[in-house]
């Protein structure tokens, strides 16, 4: 009987768990609903341990705990498989948000050549929507901007940026990537 | 919505750690379309990629992690597409595909009405050749996909694409990260939203590094993703092309 009381403390443990897990916002609703669901059900099965019984019975499974083992297992195989399709999800929200971010980047340092003075651009790009920042040009360099240095802020600054470019520290170098690692 | 005056061609390179062939594909790209307006998407390179891009004079679209091909090009089709490029042409950064045979992909554009062309191998132009099982795969994608386009198509793996508005629209909202999803999968997508494919053969040069695989085992692998890629495609609805505007 024992068993019975052991099943449905450690039950008991876990929505506790669960709960506060979501009291305290670090799993979603929808994570920890089958996990809920989980719990409950072989809570009723330590509860009422005929019922293992009668559902065997029902299926056509000798040993009842055969059935539970089984059941388990698939249980946990739909949870893999749900969460394989989450991650699948996360990683197609972080791509979009790489472009993103990486498209944002390519139009703050187009503008920020832009203002530095477009009278540097070269003809290549009169209709472009946003001008080619890095030119090969002499001032037209889109990190160190004179005017609004405060503007490209967010990148690394012109000081720590370049650090891992051996080449000439000039505007391209700055504004490069140096939030990726 | 149009622009007054057209822009230009824009060519997209996707580049992952390429510094060493790159300046000299922009250089080439510079030299052979003058007018082109280059973009490089640099995939999360380690290396000096975006700076050496740069300097050669092309925009820079920095990926802040790798993403893949896939992940690249959409990011390219997505600038493309919202700076208003009618045409696009997209090519390797390794120096494979020759900048002097993209009028012929435009043209293709222009006189056949396509939306998308690819450069080809195998299209009866240049001496590029793979062998073995490699070969055969190869040739078997390609029927399945000539099937689907309803054009032939002899290199369904062909990184050397060029595509008007409909194209980039179509390309912007959806190009596949997956493996192969690049070429096998974009096809199909591009055949299935109703999209006019039609291939024009180029000759391709030896790649600057690294060399086609001709281990059986890895032509196995290659076919086998192929497969689960074309299979899947094949079997998912039909995305319809999101035109924000009509295609010029």
């Known amino acids: 009987m024992s068993g019975y009381v052991f099943a449905i403390v450690l039950c008991v443990a876990v929505v506790g768990w669960l709960f506060y897990l979501l009291r305290t916002r670090r799993i979603r609703e929808k994570y920890a609903g089958i996990w809920i669901a989980l719990a409950v059900g072989v ?68 503008i920020d050549a832009r203002e530095s003075g477009s009278s540097d651009q070269p003809a290549s790009a009169p209709a472009g929507p946003y001008e080619p920042g890095p030119t090969p040009g002499p001032a037209a360099g889109p990190g160190p901007t004179p005017g609004p240095a405060a503007g490209p802020a967010p990148t690394p600054g012109p000081a720590a940026g370049p650090a891992p470019t051996p080449g000439p520290a000039t505007g391209p170098g700055a504004t490069r990537d140096g939030s990726s690692r | 919505m149009q622009h007054p005056d057209r822009l230009p061609l824009l060519v997209i390179i996707p580049a992952l750690n390429e510094q060493e062939s790159l300046p000299g594909v922009i250089e080439e790209v510079r030299s052979s379309l ?103 795969s190869m040739r078997f994608l390609s029927s399945v996909l000539s099937r689907v386009a309803g054009t032939t198509l ?14 980039i629209s179509l390309f912007a909202a959806n190009y596949p990260a997956e493996y192969l999803g690049d070429t096998i999968e974009s096809l199909v997508i591009a055949s299935r939203a109703g999209l006019k494919i039609r291939q024009v053969g180029v000759t391709m040069r030896p790649r600057a590094g690294g060399r086609p695989s001709h281990s059986p085992a890895r032509a196995a692998v290659f076919l086998a993703r192929a497969l689960l890629a074309l299979v899947i495609a094949l079997s998912r609805p039909s995305e319809p092309v999101a035109t924000a505007e009509a295609p010029a």
């Open chain 1, 43 to 110: 809570m009723i099965l330590g509860i009422f341990p005929h019922l293992a019984l009668w559902l065997s019975g029902l299926v056509g499974v000798k040993t009842p705990v055969n059935l539970i083992f089984a059941m388990a297992f698939v249980v946990l195989l739909a949870v893999c498989i749900q969460l394989s399709a989450e991650v699948s999800n996360l990683e197609e929200e972080t791509r979009t948000l790489a472009e993103e971010i990486a498209l944002v980047r390519l139009e703050v340092k187009c």
């Open chain 2, 154 to 167: 002899t290199d369904t793996t062909s990184g050397f694409k060029a595509c008007n508005r409909a194209g």
């Open chain 2, 34 to 136: 003058p007018d082109a307006h280059i973009l490089v998407v640099n995939d999360g390179s380690t290396d000096r990629t975006s700076d050496v891009a740069s300097r050669a004079g092309a925009r820079v679209l920095d990926l802040p992690f790798n993403l893949g091909v896939g992940g690249a090009m959409r990011a390219g089709y997505r600038y493309a597409f919202r700076s208003g490029y009618d045409r696009t042409v997209q090519l390797d950064a390794d120096g494979q595909h020759d900048p002097s045979a993209v009028p012929g992909l435009i043209r293709a554009i222009e006189d056949e009405h396509a939306d998308v062309v690819i450069g080809a191998r195998f299209a009866g132009v240049g001496d590029y050749a793979v062998r073995g099982p490699r070969k055969w």
